[in-house]
């Protein structure tokens, strides 16, 4: 209805003039005026598209006044060279015919509303006139081609290249069928109209595509950090592999040249490869992540990626077309199955809860894929895409469903930390229990050895003044005097004393010769041997050829003075002869020989009479030396031996 028309019904509304009655008839009449004036104008004013025609050119005419006038094809738009004309490779001219409505009686198009036109996509180059004005040009129209399929341009109509009335849009195509170039919607309308239009295109064919990109470059690092740290769950690489393969894959959408390939083609087959690559390793993923392992049929699908690999990188150009159609049905063929397959095991086997989830996100991308796959092979006329919208979420949601899973994974690996930090700890406080005893066993067996040290050494050494002290007393025959008493009990408090000595000191020194060493023990029992009437002989060096330890010289000094005990207590025998030498290499003997009745040395030894013997055995071995002892009827022969490499005691 024309603003013209609303008059009427005003004036009827201004027939009752006066009063408030009268004043709201003006105000409804007038807003009537103003809103019938306003929709009068957007209906006259709108731009109305004639005719849509295009002509295949040769590539050197780049201006529309060079076009010839016959040889025009009509064509509807989105229009695609695939479908109309294959196997087509150059440049289409596309003419649209508007009229500016509002200014066809107008003188010019001065007075009218600016104008804007929206383009959906020109594939693969191209360039925009107003009738003969150029608007907008690709960079390059040659190889390689600017790639402008996939970004929606908003190009102002300048009011000086507009002509009152009819006018016209040339729009310069250049491309192949094999890209399947053409050209995409055109909105000719008023700046708002355009802008919202070629905004809303905007965010559906580039903001969602780079929002997704990043989305899936940010998982597929985040995930694959995830797989460097936990290399056992091989689902989260395959995740990062799969990520890393889309996104080289969807790419496709945003980038607007061909670099780093010289040719169209060149990208094309890259983009190609990156497909069978990521359906690949989708399928792997999902294995992996369901827990299934096909070495086999993973074999096959790495070996395709290969072979497909190799043909496009060696294939002619006249395969190009046929070849890129099979290998992207068949790989869609494999994406449908990979997700079906996960989808089908997860509800009618498993029925795990994150088996479940990412079946609900899979769902959404295949039904995401199958729209937009029919759509792009021409077998629906569904024009709209919804990969770019529903990708972003399915991505999201998958990253959310393998975050919980790593969360959970995290929360069992510390449980197992704080049960295996329990066990520890129990293991600890049994080996601290263990090593307590143990030390408390070692402190007894330290007690036991120092009393029986002690045992030995007052047998050795007190037991031997005591029985030398006795046989004194037996041989003297007579009284003796009080001098005597008191030499005896001397020699028995100094022997006393060496034994405290001995086993609390470790401050004593090593006598600088051997006749020093063994000066007391000659004097003490050479009187007594002189009065028991026995020959005694000592044969000692002058000097050490290598001095032994003071632990040796008292172990030997207690084996020295039990074998002379034992000479006066049970030998009878009437010669007797001590040696003593050393030598350079380290090595000491000390013998005790003797030609009284002898003894049995081993029955001696092992019956309980043998303590001396045992007591001598054991001294030695501590000192690190041996004790070999040999008897017969003509007479008993003790050695002690320490140093040199000394052998296994002899009995």
């Known amino acids: 209805m024309s603003h013209q028309a609303r008059l009427p019904e005003a004036r009827r509304l201004d027939s009752h003039p006066g009063g408030l009655r009268g004043a709201l008839a003006w105000l409804v009449a007038l807003i009537l005026l103003l809103a019938g004036s306003g929709a009068a104008w957007g209906q006259s004013c709108a731009p109305r598209v004639d005719s849509v025609s295009a002509l295949r050119t040769a590539a050197g005419i780049q201006s529309p006044a060079a076009l010839p006038e016959t040889g025009w094809e009509p064509v509807s738009l989105p229009h695609h060279w695939e479908r109309e004309w294959p196997e087509f490779e150059g440049t289409v001219w596309y003419r649209i015919d508007w009229t500016r409505t509002c200014a066809e009686d107008s003188d010019n198009a001065s007075g009218a509303a600016p104008l804007a036109v929206a383009l959906d996509y020109i594939n693969m180059a191209g360039a925009v006139f107003a009738n003969q004005t150029l608007l907008w040009r690709d960079p390059s129209l040659v190889e390689p081609l600017s790639r402008g399929w996939n970004t929606p341009r908003l190009l102002v109509l300048p009011d000086a290249a507009l002509r009152p009335g009819r006018n016209a849009l040339f729009i310069q195509v250049v491309g192949a069928s094999r890209y399947d170039s053409g050209l995409g919607n055109t909105l000719v309308a008023d700046i708002d109209t355009a802008t919202t239009h070629q905004q809303r295109q905007n965010f559906f064919f580039r903001t969602l595509s780079i929002v997704n990109l990043v989305i899936s470059a940010t998982l597929g690092v985040f995930f ?318 002058p000097a050490w050829a290598s001095p032994p330890s003071t632990k040796q010289l008292l172990g030997l000094t207690r084996i020295l003075e039990e074998a002379l005990t034992n000479v006066i207590k049970h030998s009878r025998a009437t010669r007797l002869r001590v040696s003593l030498s050393t030598q350079a290499g380290g090595e000491t003997r000390l013998s005790v020989e003797d030609n009284g009745l002898g003894f049995d040395a081993a029955m001696v030894s092992e019956s309980m009479l043998g303590i001396g013997l045992r007591s001598m055995q054991a001294r030695a071995s501590r000192i690190g030396g041996e004790l070999r002892i040999s008897s017969s009827r003509e007479g008993s022969c003790i050695e002690a031996r320490i140093g040199g490499g000394s052998a296994a005691p002899a009995v």
């Not at 066990?423 to 090593?435: E, G, H, K, M």
């Open 224 to 541: 694959l950090a995830v797989w460097l740290v936990r290399r056992k769950d091989a689902a989260y690489g395959w995740y990062a592999l799969t990520s890393a393969t889309w996104v080289l894959f969807f790419s496709n959408t945003v980038v607007t040249t061909p670099w780093p390939f010289g040719t169209t083609e060149g990208w094309s087959r890259f983009v190609t490869v990156a497909m069978t690559l990521f359906c690949s390793a989708l399928y792997m993923f999902l294995w992996s992540f369901g827990g299934q392992r096909f070495p086999r049929l993973a074999r096959v699908l790495w070996a395709g990626c290969g072979l497909v690999a190799l043909l496009f990188l060696l294939m002619p150009r006249g395969w190009y077309s046929t070849a890129t159609m099979a290998v992207f049905i068949g790989y869609v063929l494999l994406f449908i199955s990979a997700c079906l397959q996960f989808i089908v095991r997860a509800v009618f086997r498993t029925r795990e809860t994150e088996h479940l989830l990412l079946a609900v996100c899979l769902v959404g991308f295949l039904i995401a894929a199958i729209h937009d796959t029919l759509g792009l092979l021409g077998l629906a006329s569904n024009t709209s895409v919804l990969t770019p919208v529903t990708a972003p979420l399915i991505t999201i949601g998958m990253a959310l469903i393998l975050a919980s899973r790593f969360a959970r994974s995290v929360q069992q690996a510390e449980s197992f930390n704080a049960v295996l930090e329990g066990q520890i700890r129990i293991a600890r406080d049994d080996l601290a229990r263990t090593l307590t005893r143990e030390h408390r066993l070692e402190l007894d067996n330290v007690r036991l050895s120092e009393r029986l040290q002690l045992a030995h050494d007052l047998h050795d050494g007190l037991g031997s003044s005591l029985v030398r002290s006795i046989a004194l007393v037996e041989q003297s025959g007579s009284a003796i005097g009080s001098r005597q008493y008191l030499s005896m009990f001397k020699s028995l408090r100094d022997d006393l004393r060496q034994v405290i000595d001995t086993s609390s000191s470790a401050s004593a020194t090593v006598a600088d010769t051997p006749l020093l060493w063994l000066a007391p023990i000659r004097y003490r029992f050479g009187q007594l041997f002189d009065e028991l009437e026995i020959e005694n002989e000592w044969r000692i060096p």
